[in-house]
């Protein structure tokens, strides 16, 4: 089984920052598409962003400017850089991957995606 290690979860207040970070193996990270979702108790798994191959970038409309996605092929990771932090911001985060080169149409269903990490918990309250 594929395994995707994550990291870098925690608690923080509003305004605050934090960086999730995901080991994945080397041929996810340099050759398909990658995302992060979040899921909050009792709602559906959510897009938060994605990056392909050539590094082209989508966001979800809730976090544009303030989250960043972005991979280093040096140390086979996916990170999201997450600032000005927001309590609708508090949800489960998990990496994923896709077999796709380009996550194109469709880059926010959670169907998409054949691998999972197992999600730190992100809390975001005064």
């Known amino acids: 089984q594929v395994r995707l290690v994550e990291s870098g979860g925690g608690s923080v207040q509003p305004g605050g920052s934090l960086r999730l970070s995901c080991a994945a193996p080397?041929?996810?990270?340099?050759?398909?598409?990658m995302a992060w979702f979040r899921q909050a108790p009792g709602t559906e798994r959510e897009a938060v962003a994605s990056?392909?191959?050539?590094?082209?970038?989508n966001y979800a409309d809730s976090v544009r400017g303030r989250f960043t996605i972005s991979k280093d092929y040096a140390q086979n990771t996916l990170s999201l850089q997450m600032n000005n932090l927001k309590r609708e911001d508090t949800a489960m985060y998990y990496c994923?991957?896709?077999?796709?080169?380009?996550?194109?149409?469709?880059?926010?269903?959670?169907?998409?995606?054949?691998?999972w990490g197992q999600g730190p918990q992100v809390t975001v309250s005064s």
């Open positions: 990056i392909d191959k050539d590094g082209r970038t």
């Open positions: 994923a991957t896709d077999l796709r080169y380009w996550c194109g149409d469709g880059w926010n269903s959670r169907l998409a995606y054949d691998h």
């Open positions: 080397e041929k996810f990270v340099r050759d398909d598409c």
